[in-house]
T-cell receptor
């Protein structure tokens, strides 16, 4: 079955440490996204990528970094510069380009807790 | 710019009662509209979407939504709530074809009591 796989599902980190969240998709989608979800705030866009080797900042990119070296993979690094990293992180993809309706397909999420 | 407003962060219904979750949008271009559902500690799953054509859209699990341009609304309804419908629901708006970033509302948590 095609889909999006995020790992790990739960992650604990000490303050001052960087951590990388994995996101892999086998839907052959061009576009990939990272969202952060906090209670009562909905989904906020961190970074997105329309094509391999290219990505853009979203609304809350400070303290995060990404790479897009392969079409299937879009890892997110939460750096020590992120002041409040405890959150639920969601990876998504869409067909992209000139096709599709913009519908997003989501992974199961990764919950990061900073101790 | 586009935006979405979901009225009510929490909605409570009894099992078997009508479910109505409200969504109003703002868009300078004809919108594409989406409803997603999220169960605890899971990702979002598409319930239904409106792109063009028929304004009454039917989705999974018995949900439907009607696009009303004059009211800039896309409310989600289900005639009879089931316990398994308890979840968080998100409305989102997009600009149409081509690459786009969906704008999400803040979500409405549906509580279903027996």
């Amino acid at each position: 079955d095609g889909g999006i796989t995020q790992s790990p599902k739960y992650l604990f980190r000490k303050e001052g440490q960087n951590v990388t969240l994995s996101c892999e998709q086998n839907l052959n989608h061009d576009a990939m996204y990272w969202y952060r979800q906090d209670p009562g705030q909905g989904l906020r866009l961190i970074y997105y990528s329309q094509i391999v080797n290219d990505f853009q900042k979203g609304d809350i990119a400070e303290g995060y970094s990404v790479s897009r070296e392969k079409k299937e993979s879009f890892p997110l690094t939460v750096t020590s510069a992120q002041k409040n990293p405890t959150a639920f992180y969601l990876c998504a993809s869409s067909i992209g380009g000139g096709a599709g309706t913009g519908e997003l397909f989501f992974g199961e999420g990764s919950r990061l807790t900073v101790l | 710019a586009q935006s979405v407003t979901q009225l009510g962060s929490h909605v409570s219904v009894s099992e078997g009662a009508l479910v109505l979750l409200r969504c109003n949008y703002s868009s300078s271009v004809p919108p594409y509209l989406f409803w997603y559902v999220q169960y605890p500690n899971q990702g979002l799953q598409l319930l239904l979407k409106y792109t063009t054509g028929a304004t009454l859209v039917k989705g999974i699990n018995g949900f439907e939504a009607e696009f009303k341009k004059s009211e800039t609304s896309f409310h989600l309804t289900k005639p009879s709530a089931h316990m398994s419908d308890a979840a968080e629901y998100f409305c989102a708006v997009g600009r149409g074809t081509g690459f786009q970033k969906l704008v999400f509302g803040t979500g409405t948590r549906l509580l279903v009591s027996p």
